[in-house]
């Protein structure tokens, strides 16, 4: 019972932080200004675990891979608490096992991007409705609208309705179901 209730706070924290430093590389690769009071609190609460590891890992074709490896890193140790914590024996199950909880990590973060996509656009369609004046539209808008930019191409509006965010939510969701599960499964069947 208690080590469920550590799970759950090591893994709430875990993600917490792990979507905070996310939303960092996001805004880096879609140029979002960092003038905005959120862009400036993501950027104070994963300085401390990103700008020392810029000096190790230096940034490559525009991007701060430093934000990546921070991430993975934390998505690492949160795997490996929760797994220790339900009794997994890593003792005996020996070297192997790391790669998979690497494998683990990886995959559970690109579920978390996923996730974090979904999340902004809903964010992004509740504030066009009530509120588009809102400091934080213009960090939201820069970081769905690559995602979104695609979609409108293909889908038309309907009775001026963008139904965009729609589309997506279903193409992630998808994502999500076959191929992010089919590698879960495929590492979780490796332990």
């Given at each position: 019972m208690i080590s469920g209730a550590f799970a759950f706070l090591i893994q709430t924290l875990g993600n917490l932080f792990v979507i905070a430093v996310l939303l960092r590389f996001m805004m880096q690769l879609f140029r979002v200004p960092f003038r905005n009071p959120f862009a400036q609190f993501i950027v104070a609460i994963t300085d401390f675990a990103v700008k020392p590891l810029r000096r190790?890992?230096?940034?490559?074709?525009?991007?701060?891979?430093a934000c990546l490896v921070v991430a993975l890193l934390v998505e690492l140790v949160v795997v490996t608490a929760v797994y220790w914590l339900d009794g997994f024996p890593f003792a005996l199950a020996g070297a192997?096992?790391?790669?998979?909880m690497l494998g683990l990590a990886a995959v559970r973060l690109l579920s978390l991007a996923i996730y974090l996509i979904i999340g902004l656009t809903l964010v992004r369609a509740v504030l066009s409705w009530v509120n588009s004046n809102t400091p934080l539209m213009p960090v939201v808008y820069e970081l769905t609208e690559?995602?979104?930019?695609?979609?409108?191409?293909?889908?038309?509006?309907v009775a001026q309705v963008d139904l965009t965010p729609l589309v997506l939510f279903i193409v992630c969701q998808l994502v999500l179901m076959v191929p992010v599960l089919a590698l879960e499964r495929a590492l979780l069947g490796a332990l």
């Open positions: 190790m890992v230096p940034g490559l074709f525009g991007l701060d891979w192997r096992v790391w790669p998979v690559p995602f979104l930019r695609p979609l409108r191409r293909i889908v038309p509006t």
